[in-house]
């Protein structure tokens, strides 16, 4: 590592389809080089990584979990010694919070991935790093970065975390899109579109209740893989509405499909910051979200580039008004994600917390 500049290590589970290896990758690959030496430790396999990290020097320690991977993350930090570590998740955040014992001098910066007490309801228990001295790993990091101003009161109300170590950064738009033409004609069959992990706190179930009482036709596009698979088809049968299903385990495609469809749904009961969302928005379609604790509601503005709402009687009326009677101005919707969520904005915001924590 060079001493010149600020020696910052990334790590991050693996470089599969995700929100935080996403936006993580971006954030370590788009640093700016005059000022940080950026690493990328990846837990997982290059095998499995579906985005293109540049010229960033990137290191696969191969384990199929974080677990395993602790023994060699270990060895690579005590030889590095990083001015700054950053976490990517949770159980990734513990791990590093870990063994930073071990390095006094570098500073310690987790990032959350959801609203921690709510999404606690959802996790799942083989991906928890059981470490009782880290039950409450926040008190040690030096920062932690939030995706939504909720996800910053939920550690200051709920887990007693000073708000001196909070620094709320959004979610950067981190291509180029495309712009969407316009909505479908009233006759056509309406294109419908859901992009995430099939997880039960993405709430599929909940879309799908709601479809099934709508009265125009209409395709769902439902693109993602996860553990709620077969119990969001069996739902669908059950329903009498898995005809009108498609499903995409996974695509690099994922902006064709967003430009191709005329409403995107996001039926989350918590969210850290839908990248997703975010992308739809970008390419100037219309959303339709149920209220839940997280990013959402930063970035849809009522009647502008989407709905939010609360239950599923008013999901249907606001969904029949979004594709028969309202017309959206494409343009607009994907300025307006683009000028709030502009990668280059979001960048130096990073740079500046890591220059901070330097000084400190």
Same mark, same amino acid.
């Given at each position: 590592?060079?001493?010149?500049?600020?020696?910052?290590?990334?790590?991050?589970?693996?470089?599969?389809?995700?929100?935080?290896?996403?936006?993580?990758?971006?954030?370590?690959?788009?640093?700016?080089?005059?000022?940080?030496?950026?690493?990328?430790?990846?837990?997982?396999?290059?095998?499995?990584?579906?985005?293109?990290?540049?010229?960033?020097?990137?290191? +696969?320690?191969?384990?199929?979990?974080?677990?395993?991977?602790?023994?060699?993350?270990?060895?690579?930090?005590?030889?590095?010694?990083?001015?700054?570590?950053?976490?990517?998740?949770?159980?990734?955040?513990?791990?590093?919070?870990?063994?930073?014992?071990?390095?006094?001098?570098?500073?310690?910066?987790?990032?959350?991935?959801?609203?921690?007490?709510?999404?606690?309801?959802?996790?799942?228990?083989?991906?928890?790093?059981?470490?009782?001295?880290?039950?409450?790993?926040?008190?040690?990091?030096?920062?932690?970065?939030?995706?939504?101003?909720?996800?910053?009161?939920?550690?200051?109300?709920?887990?007693?975390?000073?708000?001196?170590?909070?620094?709320?950064?959004?979610?950067?738009?981190?291509?180029?899109?495309?712009?969407?033409?316009?909505?479908?004609?009233?006759?056509?069959?309406?294109?419908?579109?859901?992009?995430?992990?099939?997880?039960?706190?993405?709430?599929?179930?909940?879309?799908?209740?709601?479809?099934?009482?709508?009265?125009?036709?209409?395709?769902?596009?439902?693109?993602?893989?996860?553990?709620?698979?077969?119990?969001?088809?069996?739902?669908?049968?059950?329903?009498?509405?898995?005809?009108?299903?498609?499903?995409?385990? +996974?695509?690099?495609?994922?902006?064709?499909?967003?430009?191709?469809?005329?409403?995107?749904?996001?039926?989350?009961?918590?969210?850290?910051?839908?990248?997703?969302?975010?992308?739809?928005?970008?390419?100037?379609?219309?959303?339709?979200? +149920?209220?839940?604790?997280?990013?959402?509601?930063?970035?849809?503005?009522?009647?502008?580039?989407?709905?939010?709402?609360?239950?599923?009687?008013?999901?249907?009326?606001?969904?029949?008004?979004?594709?028969?009677?309202?017309?959206?101005?494409?343009?607009?919707?994907?300025?307006?994600?683009?000028?709030?969520?502009?990668?280059?904005?979001?960048?130096?915001?990073?740079?500046?917390?890591?220059?901070?924590?330097?000084?400190?």
């Amino acid at each position: 590592m060079n001493d010149s500049k600020i020696d910052i290590l990334f790590v991050l589970p693996s470089l599969k389809a995700g929100g935080a290896e996403r936006v993580i990758s971006f954030i370590a690959a788009n640093l700016d080089t005059a000022k940080f030496n950026s690493i990328l430790i990846v837990i997982g396999s290059a095998k499995d990584s579906v985005y293109n990290t540049g010229n960033l020097n990137v290191v +696969f320690l191969k384990q199929k979990r974080v677990l395993f991977g602790i023994p060699f993350l270990f060895s690579y930090l005590i030889t590095k010694r990083p001015n700054i570590i950053v976490g990517s998740i949770s159980h990734v955040n513990r791990v590093i919070v870990f063994l930073s014992c071990f390095l006094p001098k570098s500073k310690v910066v987790g990032r959350e991935a959801s609203v921690p007490s709510i999404m606690q309801r959802f996790a799942l228990k083989q991906h928890r790093i059981n470490i009782p001295v880290l039950k409450n790993y926040h008190k040690y990091l030096n920062a932690i970065i939030c995706q939504s101003q909720d996800m910053a009161l939920d550690l200051q109300n709920n887990f007693n975390i000073a708000k001196s170590k909070i620094h709320v950064i959004n979610n950067p738009i981190t291509e180029n899109f495309g712009l969407k033409i316009q909505n479908s004609t009233y006759n056509t069959k309406k294109k419908l579109i859901t992009v995430g992990r099939l997880s039960k706190e993405k709430g599929h179930q909940r879309i799908l209740v709601a479809l099934s009482k709508v009265n125009f036709d209409y395709q769902y596009t439902i693109i993602g893989s996860g553990p709620e698979k077969d119990s969001i088809f069996k739902l669908a049968t059950e329903l009498g509405i898995v005809n009108k299903i498609c499903h995409i385990p +996974f695509t690099k495609n994922v902006e064709n499909f967003l430009l191709a469809n005329d409403v995107f749904i996001q039926g989350s009961y918590v969210e850290g910051f839908p990248n997703a969302l975010l992308e739809c928005c970008a390419v100037g379609t219309p959303v339709i979200a +149920f209220n839940a604790p997280g990013g959402t509601k930063e970035i849809i503005m009522n009647g502008i580039n989407g709905y939010i709402v609360n239950d599923e009687l008013e999901f249907t009326e606001k969904l029949h008004c979004m594709l028969f009677e309202k017309e959206w101005n494409h343009k607009k919707i994907k300025e307006l994600a683009e000028k709030k969520f502009n990668k280059d904005n979001i960048l130096k915001q990073y740079e500046s917390l890591f220059l901070e924590l330097t000084k400190s």
